[in-house]
């Protein structure tokens, strides 16, 4: 049975920071491409960042370029997503997906193209 367990979400004051962390288990880790999505209330559910296989490709929606920054321990199973300088529209459940990956296959920012998915963890950036 495949799993991604998500910790790390809370509430922080605007321009504070939080390390989200997501461990994948019943499937090897390394052979995934990882990806963290968010979704506001009354939004659709939106791409944050992808990571290849390897960790060598990253990839981020506009917004959160040179705030957040995703990362992964692949003896660990575990994607983070390291989230600074918050701002109140960060404010979302956050959600990481995993999608096994080719070597050399890219993943792309739309959430159909991941095949499994955690349970979401709440971030709440206050202003």
Not at 85 to 102: G, H, I, N, R, W
């Amino acid at each position: 049975q495949v799993q991604l367990l998500e910790s790390g979400g809370g509430l922080v004051q605007a321009g504070g920071s939080l390390r989200l962390s997501c461990r994948l288990s019943g499937l090897t880790f390394s052979s995934c491409a990882m990806g963290w999505f968010r979704q506001a209330p009354g939004k659709e559910r939106e791409f944050v960042a992808s990571i290849s296989r390897s960790g060598a490709i990253r990839d981020y929606t506009k917004s959160v370029k040179g705030r957040f920054t995703i990362s992964r321990d692949n003896a660990k199973s575990t994607v983070y997503l390291q989230m600074n300088s918050l701002q109140p529209e960060d404010t979302a459940v956050y959600y990481c997906a995993a999608k096994p990956v080719l070597i050399g296959q890219s993943i792309g920012k739309n959430s159909y193209e991941y095949d499994y998915w955690g349970q979401g963890t709440q971030v709440t950036v206050s202003s």
